[in-house]
């Protein structure tokens, strides 16, 4: 599976912000979806995770009631929607797939990665 994600940018704390994931793969709907983000000189974390159908989401409490994950199989892209960023959300965010069928914010459970893209919030 090729994942290529897309949408950051610069953007004032405050403002919203969607990435975009798209997947090559023709199975998509298979793939439990998740976004993770490292920030310079920090460890990579996990921000949400979708399951197969989209019914069931998970997110950092970091991000909770400001982020939303989506999905669109038949178009076999992932969102992730931010609203209200702060400075703290500056990151590389990625995009990422599981072959597990729930849910999961472990990173070792997702074997494929798209390149990242960058997000920067000023204050």
């Known amino acids: 599976v090729q994942l290529q994600a897309s949408g950051g940018g610069l953007v004032q704390a405050g403002g919203p912000l969607r990435l975009s994931c798209a997947a090559s793969e023709r199975t998509f709907s298979r793939y439990t979806m998740g976004w993770f983000r490292q920030a310079p000189g920090k460890e990579r974390e996990f921000v949400a995770t979708?399951?197969?159908?989209?019914?069931?989401?998970y997110h950092a409490d970091s991000v909770k009631g400001r982020f939303t994950i989506s999905r669109d199989n038949a178009e076999k892209m992932a969102y992730l929607l931010m609203n209200s960023l702060k400075p703290e959300d500056s990151a590389v965010y990625y995009c990422a797939a599981s072959t597990r069928i729930t849910p999961t914010q472990a990173e070792r459970e997702y074997v494929y990665w798209g390149q990242g893209t960058l997000v920067t919030v000023s204050s």
């Open positions: 979708i399951s197969w159908g989209g019914g069931n989401t």
